[in-house]
């Protein structure tokens, strides 16, 4: 039986942000170097009060991120310094303002124009760092993530390639909308995470955030006219938590 989701609203994004940040020290609190806790990395505008919070020692201290692993969920097919780039979002808001304390952080090498051979170099990455060979799946002590307006969650989008094999953890994409090419973390490795944070804000998000929240899944007994659910639906963890830190403008059509 899959636990259920538990949802949190907070007045604005700032309390949010904090409120992640709690979560993020008890999911990633008892780690050591030699057995670090690891966390997948969520790109988006979103995510970057969290990650500037984290960044104050009166958040984490200096000490633990010696025992944290960032990897990173997706990434746009462009180099880290372009300003499109995931990893240059995290660079400049959390590693680069921890200096030498900045945690071990493994980045897609999503500007490879073979992305496909990025996507199996990123996957086999994972595989060594967390000692697990095929087919069994890496668990991530935390995977922070955000939803887009239309439900995607990493570039898992409506429409995109299925990427229903088990045996595959990260994915070449293109996103649907507009052809653009992403790396992906897989629902098999987001399904297999220890506890998903859905870090979500902003009035845009609500209608989402109550599709997500308060309409049965497909199939479900009773449920009827039910529209296909967003690809954030699918993410539901086999024996792990899922916790949703909403601002109360992305809550506002929750019953
Ligand atoms: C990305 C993210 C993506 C993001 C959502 C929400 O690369 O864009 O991984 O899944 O979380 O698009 O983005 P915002 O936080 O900017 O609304």
């Not at 992906?184 to 987001?190: D, I, K, Q, R, S």
């Amino acid at each position: 039986m899959k636990a259920a989701a538990a949802v949190r609203v907070f007045r604005d994004a700032d309390a949010a942000a904090q409120a992640a940040a709690a979560e993020w020290n008890a999911a990633l609190a008892d780690g050591t170097a030699d057995r670090p806790r690891r966390v997948l990395l969520s790109g988006g505008s979103t995510p970057q009060t969290l990650y500037r919070a984290l960044a104050d020692a009166r958040t984490v201290p200096r000490e633990r991120w010696e025992s944290i692993e960032c990897f990173f969920g997706d990434e746009r097919c462009v180099p880290p310094d372009h300003p499109d780039s995931n990893f240059g979002m995290v660079y400049k808001s959390l590693l680069e303002p921890l200096s030498d304390s900045a945690p071990r952080t493994h980045r897609m090498r999503a500007e490879d124009p073979d992305a496909d051979g990025a996507a199996r170099d990123y996957e086999n990455l994972m595989r060594r760092q967390f000692a697990v060979p095929v087919p069994d799946v890496p668990r991530f002590d935390l995977a922070l993530l955000g939803i887009g307006v239309d439900g995607h969650t990493a570039s898992l989008f409506p429409g995109g390639a299925e990427l229903d094999d088990p045996s595959r953890l990260v994915a070449a994409i293109r996103r649907p909308s507009d052809g653009s090419s992403r790396l992906t973390v897989t629902y098999a490795l987001l399904n297999a995470a220890r506890r998903v944070l859905f870090l979500v804000c902003g009035a845009e998000k609500a209608e989402v955030v109550s599709q997500l929240l308060c309409h049965p899944l497909p199939g479900a007994s009773g449920a009827k006219n039910v529209r296909p659910l967003p690809p954030a639906a699918r993410v539901r963890p086999e024996s792990g938590e899922i916790v949703w830190i909403l601002d109360s403008a992305a809550a506002r059509l929750l019953e």
